[in-house]
């Protein structure tokens, strides 16, 4: 893929991760949780309400059971008192036994007492005398001897006697529990005392338990608990006294276990009043009364159980079909958030979620169409509309990482800063726009065309061979030489581009766009309208070591000399000074340029050496002029690293002194872009130099970017107009605007103004015709060794003053005479 200006640019941002993926705990999830715990109580609370109301149920049905046994049990017992009530009075009313009683015939009553007691099967038939001795007794024909014994219950017959009648239960002789009535015999006073009874025995018990339904038995409650007779198995029966024994209150209806099993129990005491204390105890099973309950429990908790299932799963359908839409709309935001701004699957619901997602939808558009504006932002440089530098570093880094071979030309304009300062920020504004136009006019959508910063461009080229992007790179060159026209001005920018390849000159983005910015930097220094950048350079290889020991050499064995330009004042015509400018006599190579090797001994720090070396030569060949009785001011020029040494101003003094010269002999020059780097020290060192005595002038002036108002600050006495502005003024009229404007500022700051590069008679006569204070260029002289300079002198001091003298024009002078040919400067 080709990067153009129009390919879409890269997300924003990283994509969000979703916070914590999916939350454990679910909505729906808890909404299900919720529902059936909810559900469950419920349930719960029914089954335990049903299930005591039950109990309850069941405990009142057992007491009910107990509760008829006992009144049906009592209604049998008071039948049968009854039967022998009635046998009794109808037997004391009988006449013959009357008479019996009242011939003492026992035999008579005998047989009259045992024919009326087998009438209703009664067991006890007793007649006693007043004085309670017993007269007959039926028992006595089963052997039992009573008569002529007192009567066994003395408190049933006084009863007898004051109320009629009595009756009771009572234990006989034989250890037998019966039920007895008392009556007296009346005729019509009493005569005797008559007693009918039943055994309660074993099978009065069955009947009782047929008619009741409950077990019966006859217990005797005090004492031993002794049982007479019961429906219970023998087996059961001590464990029935021992029940009885332990439980104080069973004047109530009790529960009690024995042999393993729960019984409902209820005693129904049977005698009336005093005597032995005989009861009969009910008791039923109660697994066989609860039996029908505990079956509808059991039924009651299956469907309990069953309908809590059914209501578990019923709310986890429930709870999922609820929440499927907010986890849509959770997808939906993820995505959001994944930076995805696309339309997903919709959320179609007409509720209150149906509307949220409608909601998050707006949203989404809003957030898709401030993202673009926020990229816009992010990735445009907003004055000229083209991609920035953080676009083009993603956009190299885009290439490289998909190892596509690329080139990137990297560009920057000369002189924009004065343009800037001279014309306005508005002006400049918009020559970067133009530029940018041209660039991009040039290159016509196959390339990605950026606005690197401040005024630089870059190009970033895919595809291309080599020779193809350094090809692009000359045109581009040529391009920018034709006047940009703003406004009908013509205006003229140029520019130094520089040139790096990759994958040959970089495997890094950074690394790639420095190596072209480094070669952008050599174009500019070499004054080449582009450079491709060299890799050897680089790095301080072998070259560079070898280069670095022959310039120490180079030192030692005085191969340093430094060319002397002249510098005349403009309005006089005379020669104001000269500008010392280092040359190499290289033992291999011959004469070498100052660009050359000064750039690498800015970079090594041998640049203090060097400047030292410059200084002394100035310092020396000062004091010479001045011995020769010609003192003349030499200016040497300074290096930013210079100004950072300390003891600078001690140094000169020395140098100076060494060649017994004068201070003021000497003037530095400083690139305005030197002092800029950092401006607090350069004020500081500069400050120290000029109260040495030295003259400070500002160096290459235009080229950098300080302001007027910091220059100001700085103690500077004059500033020098770089040569690239003075050269081709008379072509361009905006240079020669450019000039003009800061000779103008320059005198409204007090600063003197020296142009350079004066290479021809009309520069020269516009720059005297606008107050320029000082010249300089090949227009004069170039720069040249010391005995030239002296030879030049020798012809140009007289020169001027003959041409003076006839015709008050000096600028024919280096027309008379071609000086400096010798001077190694091409
Ligand atoms: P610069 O200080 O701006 O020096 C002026 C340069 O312009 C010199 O180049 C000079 O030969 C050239 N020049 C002068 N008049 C004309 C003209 O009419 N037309 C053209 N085309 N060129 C002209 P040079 O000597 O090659 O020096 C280049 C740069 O090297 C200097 O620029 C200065 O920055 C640096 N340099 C030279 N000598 C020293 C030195 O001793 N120490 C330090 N630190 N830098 C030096
Ligand atoms: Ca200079
Ligand atoms: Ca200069």
């Known amino acids: 893929m080709t990067p153009t200006n129009t390919e879409p640019p890269p997300k924003l941002a990283a994509p969000v991760p979703a916070p914590g993926g999916r939350p454990r705990w679910t909505l729906a999830v808890k909404l299900a949780l919720l529902f059936s715990a909810l559900l469950g109580l419920v349930q719960t609370g029914v089954y335990l309400a049903s299930s005591l109301a039950i109990s309850r149920i069941a405990t009142g049905e057992v007491s009910e059971r107990l509760e008829v046994g006992a009144k049906v049990f009592r209604q049998v017992f008071d039948q049968d008192r009854r039967r022998l009530q009635l046998t009794a009075s109808v037997l004391s009313a009988d006449f013959a036994f009357r008479e019996a009683i009242a011939t003492n015939d026992v035999p008579t009553m005998l047989s009259v007492l045992s024919n009326h007691g087998q009438r209703i099967n009664a067991d006890v038939m007793m007649l006693a005398g007043l004085n309670d001795i017993v007269v007959a007794d039926t028992q006595s024909l089963r052997g039992v001897r009573n008569a002529g014994n007192r009567f066994p219950f003395p408190d049933l017959s006084a009863a007898a006697e004051r109320d009629g009648q009595a009756s009771g239960t009572v234990v006989m002789k034989d250890g037998n529990p019966y039920q007895l009535v008392v009556l007296p015999v009346l005729a019509p006073r009493p005569i005797a005392r008559l007693a009918v009874g039943f055994r309660i025995d074993a099978k009065q018990a069955r009947e009782l338990k047929a008619v009741t339904g409950l077990d019966v038995s006859f217990v005797h409650l005090d004492g031993d608990g002794r049982v007479y007779t019961s429906t219970l198995a023998a087996a059961e029966l001590p464990a029935l006294g021992e029940v009885l024994r332990r439980h104080e209150n069973i004047s109530i209806p009790f529960q009690a276990d024995f042999n393993g099993e729960a019984y409902e129990m209820r005693v129904v005491p049977l005698t009336d009043s ?273 280069l670095l020991t022959e310039m120490r050499h180079a030192i030692s064995n005085n191969e340093f000399a430094l060319y002397y330009q002249p510098k005349i004042n403009l309005a006089s015509g005379q020669l104001s000074g000269v500008e010392a400018l280092i040359r190499w006599h290289h033992p291999t190579l011959g004469l070498r340029a100052p660009d050359s090797f000064i750039p690498f001994a800015e970079q090594t720090g041998y640049i203090r050496q060097l400047t030292g070396e410059v200084i002394r030569m100035a310092a020396q060949q000062a004091a010479e002029w001045r011995r020769a009785g010609e003192p003349l001011e030499i200016a040497f020029n300074l290096s930013p690293r ?169 600028a024919t002078v280096a027309h008379l005479f071609p000086v400096g040919k010798a001077s190694g400067d091409e």
């Open 642 to 810: 210079d100004l950072l040494v300390p003891d600078l101003p001690r140094r000169i003094q020395e140098a100076v002194a060494r060649f017994g010269g004068v201070i003021g002999d000497l003037c530095c020059e400083v690139t305005e872009s030197s002092a800029m780097e950092d401006p607090e020290i350069a004020v500081e060192r500069l400050g120290a130099l000029r109260e040495l005595g030295l003259t400070i002038a500002i160096d290459d002036f235009g080229t950098g970017y300080s302001s007027l108002s910091y220059l100001q600050r700085l103690p500077a006495s004059g500033l020098k107009i770089d040569q690239s502005f003075v050269r081709h003024m008379n072509a361009r009229p905006q240079a020669a605007t450019i000039v003009r404007s800061t000779i103008e500022l320059a005198h409204s700051l007090g600063l003197s103004v020296t142009a350079e590069g004066v290479e021809d008679v009309e520069t020269l006569t516009h720059l005297k015709a606008w107050g320029c204070d000082y010249g300089q260029g090949y227009f004069f002289g170039r720069p040249m060794p010391a005995a030239d300079f002296d030879r030049w002198r020798g012809i140009y001091g007289p020169a001027l003053a003959v041409v003076n003298a006839n015709t008050g024009r000096h």
């Open 274 to 546: 005093g005597g032995s204390r005989i009861a009969a105890v009910l008791q039923s099973p109660l697994a066989e009364t609860l039996a029908p309950f505990n079956l509808l429990n059991t039924t009651l908790f299956t469907a309990g159980s069953i309908a809590l299932l059914l209501g578990i799963l019923g709310s986890v359908w429930v709870a999922r079909h609820l929440t499927r839409p907010v986890a849509r709309l959770t997808l939906l935001v993820d995505r959001i958030g994944r930076g995805e701004f696309s339309l997903g699957e919709r959320v179609r619901s007409n509720d209150e979620i149906g509307h949220l997602a409608k909601r998050f939808d707006a949203m989404r558009e809003g957030l898709a169409e401030r993202e673009s504006r926020i990229l816009d932002l992010t990735y445009m440089d907003p004055l000229t509309g083209l991609p920035n530098r953080t676009r083009l570093v993603e956009a190299v880094h885009e290439r490289l990482r998909q190892a596509s071979p690329c080139s990137i030309l990297y560009l920057n304009l000369d002189r924009f800063a004065l343009i800037n300062q001279t014309l306005g920020h508005a002006f400049g504004d918009r020559v970067l726009n133009a530029v940018g136009r041209r660039i991009r006019d040039l290159l016509q959508g196959d390339a990605l065309v950026a606005r690197a910063g401040g005024d630089e461009f870059a190009v970033l080229l895919s595809n291309q061979d080599p020779a193809n992007a350094e090809a692009l790179a000359r045109a581009l060159a040529a391009a920018l030489e034709r006047p940009l026209v703003i406004d009908d001005h013509p205006v003229d920018v140029g520019a130094a581009i520089g040139v790096a390849h990759a994958p040959a000159h970089a495997g890094a983005a950074d690394e790639f766009l420095r190596a072209a910015d480094a070669a952008m930097q050599v174009a500019k220094a070499r004054r080449a309208p582009f450079v491709v950048f060299e890799p050897e350079k680089k790095r301080a290889g072998e070259g560079q070591l070898s």
